[in-house]
């Protein structure tokens, strides 16, 4: 599956910004999507996933309460909202998918991914 993550920008601390991940060329149901993340001078870090079959989200303790993940499996697409967000969450944000529905906190678990949006938030 090709994964087309796009809605990266600059925004204020505060703020609050949308990311899309589109994908095609397989069935988008079969896939349980994830947000990572990699900041500046850090490792790459799951942000918030969604499973393919019950739709169990999970987040990260970072972004409990301002981000929300979600799917729409008609257009093919796994989003992030981001709400009240902080200099800290300034990074790479990728979309990625797994064919598993379980062991979605394990980067291992994903073969598909997109290229990465770059979200500046500046303080």
């Known amino acids: 599956v090709q994964l087309q993550a796009s809605g990266g920008g600059l925004v204020q601390a505060g703020d609050s910004l949308g990311l899309s991940c589109a994908a095609s060329?397989?069935?988008?149901?079969?896939?349980?999507m994830a947000w990572f993340r990699r900041a500046p001078g850090k490792e790459r870090e799951l942000v918030a996933s969604?499973?393919?079959?019950?739709?169990?989200?999970y987040y990260a303790d970072f972004v409990k309460g301002r981000f929300t993940i979600s799917r729409d499996n008609a257009k093919n697409t796994v989003y992030l909202q981001m709400n009240s967000l902080e200099f800290e969450d300034t990074a790479v944000y990728y979309c990625?998918?797994?064919?598993?529905?379980?062991?979605?906190?394990?980067?291992?678990?994903?073969?598909?991914w997109g290229q990465g949006t770059l979200v500046t938030v500046s303080s």
């Open positions: 060329g397989r069935p988008f149901h079969n896939y349980s």
């Open positions: 990625a998918g797994s064919a598993r529905e379980l062991g979605l906190q394990s980067i291992s678990s994903y073969v598909y």
């Open positions: 969604i499973s393919r079959r019950t739709g169990k989200t």
